[in-house]
């Protein structure tokens, strides 16, 4: 199986490697997911019902309340969190923030059609500023 390199902006520090989640909205994290489960609880979210946990997030960005870095980092400590998260667009802070303070690997501005990925492994390298699809 061939391994796709595609370059990025380095967001939070860090390597993991896991199956992918996509979503083409961006996420409201305060009132969009369960900081206790991991789970998208919006119903109008594209991801609805599906658990973010230990998955590798791929997303648009944020939305909604700064507070949403702060749930960000209740899933960390709830063991709900994503391994690592790839925003597609420009990170927002409320993102940058959430992954820098519950040490989740992120990169930004990944030039990556969605449809390219279904459920293949992903390593995000927050480190040097890659993924690799799988």
């Not at 993102?95 to 492994?121: F, H, K, Q, T």
Request: charged residues 20%; aromatic residues 4%; hydrophobic residues 40%.
């Amino acid at each position: 199986m061939e391994v796709v390199r595609i370059p990025g902006r380095i967001v939070s520090k860090g390597v993991a490697t896991g199956p992918a989640l996509v979503s083409r909205q961006r996420i409201s994290f305060l009132g969009a997911v369960d900081p206790k489960t991991g789970v998208i609880v919006d119903r109008s979210h594209d991801l609805y019902g599906q658990s973010i946990s230990n998955r590798i997030l791929i997303f648009p960005g944020g939305k909604g309340s700064t507070v949403g870095s702060y749930v960000i980092y209740q899933l960390k400590l709830h063991a709900k969190s994503p391994l690592a998260m790839v925003i597609t667009n420009r990170v927002d802070t409320m993102v940058a923030v959430g992954a820098i303070i519950a040490e989740i690997p992120a990169v930004e501005s990944i030039e990556l059609n969605p449809d390219r990925i279904r459920n293949e492994e992903v390593l995000v390298n927050g480190t040097e500023g890659y993924i690799e699809l799988r």
